[in-house]
């Protein structure tokens, strides 16, 4: 038998592995200026432009901390 079989997939257990960002992150998830309009399937915007946020770690020039 292989050694394969007991290997296992390495765990997320680092901060910067994770999904969603940390609330101390500066990027767009965390600006008081996104708007989360999932619901209404528009995705995530920018309130200040009304454009779609690239990705939830993109930052731009206007970020603001919730």
Request: overall charge positive; hydrophobic content about 25%; glycine content about 4%.
């Amino acid at each position: 038998m292989s050694e394969q079989s007991n290997n296992k997939k390495p765990e997320k257990s680092s901060a910067s592995n994770s999904l969603n960002p940390l609330p101390d992150e500066k990027v767009c998830f965390n600006c008081k200026h996104m708007l989360w309009m999932v619901g209404l399937g528009l995705g995530l915007k920018c309130d200040l432009t009304k454009h779609n946020i690239e990705n939830r770690r993109h930052t731009c020039d206007n970020f603001e901390f919730k």
